[in-house]
């Protein structure tokens, strides 16, 4: 699966199916990777996952199933 960051998908398969989720690499301020999972594009209501690594992010993804169609 491609790692897009700082653009926001659309879940269309796997857990939380129809939410919305945002990739960003925050080495520099965390040291690691934050997923955002949201219900509305607008990010109003949902929570993050803070991870290590990009293997970390891309195991995640595969385990959640999902299958995302990137917005933009």
Known sequence: MELKYNTIGEITSGRNTGWYVKLINDRANSGGF?????????????????LESEIDVQDFMEESGWRIEWLN
Not at 34 to 50: A, L, R
């Open 34 to 50: 934050y997923i955002y999972e949201f219900k509305t594009p607008d990010g109003n209501e949902g929570f993050d996952t803070w």
